[in-house]
């Protein structure tokens, strides 16, 4: 079983930056791809970004320009650095791994971003 556990969360005014962090452990497979999504209340989970196990990386198109997902595989960890933050980008983000040689794939709990004046 593998465990996510997303941080770094919180209240942030609108033009500000803030990374978020996804620390996987529990898994004796390899982590193959890392993926970030979001929700916000009233909306269906949204794809943010992928990274591979190589370091490929995809963003949807919101999201291009302004947010960089990057992983630490020694530490089994990715990271999504959100900079030039909107109240749109307010929601719960959630952090996905695609595990082992079927892809199954685990989520964390969810880390909760206010962009708010």
């Known amino acids: 079983q593998v465990q996510l556990v997303e941080s770094g969360g919180g209240l942030v005014q609108p033009g500000g930056s803030l990374r978020l962090s996804c620390a996987a452990s529990g898994s004796d497979f390899s982590i193959n791809a890392m993926d970030w999504y979001r929700q916000t209340p009233g909306k269906e989970r949204e794809f943010v970004a992928h990274?591979?196990?190589?370091?490929?990386?995809s963003y949807a198109d919101s999201m291009e320009g302004r947010f960089t997902i990057s992983r630490d595989s020694a530490k089994n960890t990715a990271y999504l650095q959100m900079s030039s933050l909107k109240p749109e980008d307010s929601g719960v983000y959630y952090c996905?791994?695609?595990?082992?040689?079927?892809?199954?794939?685990?989520w964390g709990k969810g880390t909760l971003v206010t962009v708010s004046s």
């Open positions: 996905s791994a695609s595990v082992g040689v079927y892809g199954t794939r685990y």
């Open positions: 990274i591979t196990s190589g370091g490929g990386t």
